[in-house]
Structure formats: structure tokens, C-alpha cells
């Protein structure tokens, strides 16, 4: 509760269950103080951040959008209207996906899932609402998750494609949008599967951990995969608990500090706007997104 308007805004939403009027204004000075203003005050007069949709990582009109979703501004925000319909003006791939490359024919399901994200946070009633929900459930593989090395052969999918287009499926049915929301409500499932299979990170062949950096705590999370990443998408679905989420609950439980806080101990390297936390020091975000999944789980 003495961090920027956006920590206060989720753990008063998230954690004390906060009257809805009192998080009205909370979440209302996210976009005149600290974090929220700072992103909102790097837009262009064209519209968009950086040097356009996807360039560069991470400080381009795609992923300041998608942190400005992840601290919590409120949807109806001018700036960031603007910048979702720039998004959503971005061409057609040949599988009818949205795609910003200039030289790739073929969409990417991860940038996708983020996008569907984005839409259905910042602007649910978009007519491009539909494809961006048809292509990544024209897309799932066989195992239940998503790769977006599909069009060059892959047939496992991927941590970090899955968990992009789950977030993207989850915030979508808090639309309310009727289309296909049975189908989406079923991909989820299956993709929620994929993942309890691997226990979060490891093989369903060896059971040893497919990647050291997917225990790490790391925020923003970009496009990475992690566990405590997976483990608050579960939290936000209200997913039930599930034996094979012990291994996650516990590495995030041993990660705790003696004064019970969580430290940042990672971030994905790129240029950025600026650092709302340290590395290897205590974290804001990481306490109150271990928190929440904790008080779900019945651990504390």
C-alpha cells in the first residue's frame, strides 16, 4: 500500500477486497501519477510509442500497451485507445492472423495472444474482435498449447506461446462477447491441461526443468514464460487447485524472503522507458502477484 497508484489499485482490488467505489479512484490515478503516467507520457503525436507497432523491444506501441493493461489503467483511457486501434490496423498474415512483419507472410500466435489481450481489455467491441479470436483457435496443436514455429514445422508447443494466448482467452470472456465462447472456453481448458501435465516447467518425458529461467521471477514478463506468471493466470480464471501445481507453489513459496516479500530476479533485457524495479532487491510486484496466487491456493 506505499507503492505506486497501480500496486495500491490491484492489492486493494486483489488482496483487502476494497469497495468498488474507493477502486474507482484508485485505478483513476494510475494515469496521472508514477508508473502509468510515465508510460502514457512517451506517446508520440502519431499515436504510438516507440518507432512504431513492434519496434524496438520494449518500448514500441505493442508492449507499452500491454504494460500499460498489466499495472491496471483504466480501459477507457484516450492514450491508450488510440494506440489499440493503430494495433488493430496492422495487415492480414496469409492464416488470417494479425501481423506486424514487413517480410514474414505468416502471423505470430504469441504476438496474437498478446493482441487479443490488449483488444479485449482496452477496446472489447472491435470488428476485428473475431479474427483475432478465430486464429488462434484455428492454431492450437494437437498436445493443447501453441507454438508460433507452427508454419516452420513445430508439433509441441511452446511455454511461452501457450501462456501468451491463454491471457489473451482469459481476458476475453471477462467481455462477455458471445462469439465462439465455447470453443474458447474449451481451448483454455486444454491449454490449462498442457500445462499441468508439464507441472508448469518441466518435461512430460523426463519430468526434469525445460528452463532454469522459467523459475526465475521476473516482471514484466513480456513474452516469457514462468511460473509465477502461469500460476496468476490461473489465479485470475479462478482455476481450481491441481496436485501438479505443487512444484511451482513450492519453488514460489522458497523464494520468499525472511521479511516475507519476493525479490525481482530477473528482467528480459531490451530497451525500456524506464525501470519500475531492481533487480535482486525486493518486489512490489512480485509480492502482491505471489500474494493473490497464495490466497487462492490456501498458502500464506
Same mark, same amino acid.
Given at each position: 500500500?506505499?507503492?505506486d497508484p497501480?500496486?495500491?489499485?490491484?492489492?486493494?482490488?486483489?488482496l483487502?477486497?476494497?469497495?468498488?467505489?474507493?477502486?474507482?479512484?484508485?485505478?483513476?490515478?494510475?494515469?496521472?501519477?508514477?508508473?502509468?503516467?510515465?508510460?502514457?507520457?512517451?506517446?508520440?503525436?502519431?499515436?504510438?510509442?516507440?518507432?512504431?507497432?513492434?519496434r524496438?523491444?520494449?518500448?514500441?506501441?505493442?508492449?507499452?500497451?500491454?504494460?500499460?493493461?498489466?499495472?491496471?489503467?483504466?480501459?477507457?483511457?484516450?492514450?491508450?485507445?488510440?494506440?489499440?486501434?493503430?494495433?488493430?490496423?496492422?495487415?492480414?498474415?496469409?492464416?488470417?492472423?494479425?501481423?506486424?512483419?514487413?517480410?514474414?507472410p505468416?502471423?505470430?500466435?504469441?504476438?496474437?495472444?498478446?493482441?487479443l489481450?490488449?483488444?479485449?481489455?482496452?477496446?472489447?467491441?472491435?470488428?476485428? $474482435?473475431?479474427?483475432i479470436? =478465430?486464429?488462434? #483457435?484455428?492454431?492450437?496443436?494437437a +498436445? !493443447?498449447? &501453441?507454438?508460433?514455429?507452427?508454419?516452420?514445422?513445430?508439433?509441441?508447443?511452446?511455454?511461452?506461446?501457450?501462456?501468451?494466448?491463454?491471457?489473451?482467452?482469459?481476458?476475453?470472456?471477462?467481455?462477455?462477447?458471445?462469439?465462439?465462447?465455447?470453443?474458447?472456453?474449451?481451448?483454455?481448458?486444454?491449454?490449462?491441461?498442457?500445462?499441468?501435465?508439464?507441472?508448469?516447467?518441466?518435461?512430460?518425458?523426463?519430468?526434469?526443468?525445460?528452463?532454469?529461467?522459467?523459475?526465475?521471477?521476473?516482471?514484466?514478463?513480456?513474452?516469457?514464460?514462468?511460473?509465477?506468471?502461469?500460476?496468476?493466470?490461473?489465479?485470475?480464471?479462478?482455476?481450481?487447485?491441481?496436485?501438479? $501445481?505443487?512444484?511451482?507453489? =513450492?519453488?514460489? #513459496?522458497?523464494?520468499?524472503?525472511? +521479511? !516475507?516479500? &519476493?525479490?525481482?530476479?530477473?528482467?528480459?533485457?531490451?530497451?525500456?522507458?524506464?525501470?519500475?524495479?531492481?533487480?535482486?532487491?525486493?518486489?512490489?510486484?512480485?509480492?502482491?502477484?505471489?500474494?493473490?496466487?497464495?490466497?487462492?491456493?490456501?498458502?500464506?
Amino acid at each position: 500500500m506505499e507503492g505506486d497508484p497501480s500496486i495500491v489499485y490491484q492489492t486493494q482490488r486483489d488482496l483487502l477486497g476494497t469497495a468498488a467505489s474507493k477502486l474507482k479512484a484508485t485505478q483513476a490515478q494510475i494515469a496521472r501519477y508514477g508508473w502509468g503516467k510515465g508510460f502514457l507520457d512517451k506517446q508520440q503525436a502519431n499515436g504510438h510509442w516507440g518507432r512504431g507497432s513492434y519496434r524496438p523491444k520494449w518500448i514500441c506501441t505493442h508492449y507499452t500497451l500491454l504494460d500499460l493493461l498489466t499495472i491496471g489503467i483504466e480501459p477507457t483511457n484516450e492514450a491508450c485507445q488510440r494506440g489499440i486501434q493503430l494495433l488493430l490496423a496492422s495487415k492480414q498474415g496469409i492464416d488470417r492472423g494479425l501481423n506486424y512483419a514487413r517480410t514474414v507472410p505468416y502471423s505470430d500466435v504469441c504476438i496474437n495472444g498478446m493482441i487479443l489481450n490488449m483488444a479485449s481489455y482496452f477496446s472489447p467491441a472491435a470488428k476485428e $474482435m473475431q479474427s483475432i479470436v =478465430d486464429y488462434p #483457435l484455428e492454431r492450437q496443436f494437437a +498436445d !493443447g498449447g &501453441w507454438n508460433c514455429m507452427y508454419y516452420q514445422g513445430a508439433t509441441h508447443s511452446s511455454f511461452h506461446s501457450t501462456i501468451g494466448v491463454m491471457e489473451g482467452f482469459a481476458e476475453y470472456q471477462k467481455t462477455g462477447n458471445n462469439y465462439r465462447k465455447h470453443d474458447v472456453r474449451v481451448a483454455l481448458a486444454r491449454s490449462g491441461e498442457f500445462l499441468q501435465v508439464h507441472k508448469l516447467c518441466r518435461s512430460d518425458k523426463t519430468n526434469t526443468i525445460v528452463d532454469p529461467k522459467m523459475q526465475k521471477l521476473a516482471f514484466p514478463c513480456r513474452w516469457k514464460y514462468d511460473i509465477l506468471r502461469a500460476l496468476d493466470l490461473f489465479w485470475s480464471t479462478g482455476a481450481r487447485y491441481d496436485n501438479r $501445481m505443487t512444484d511451482a507453489i =513450492d519453488s514460489l #513459496l522458497q523464494k520468499r524472503l525472511p +521479511d !516475507g516479500r &519476493w525479490p525481482l530476479q530477473l528482467k528480459h533485457p531490451g530497451q525500456t522507458h524506464f525501470e519500475m524495479e531492481r533487480v535482486g532487491k525486493p518486489s512490489r510486484w512480485n509480492t502482491l502477484r505471489a500474494l493473490r496466487v497464495l490466497k487462492q491456493y490456501g498458502t500464506s
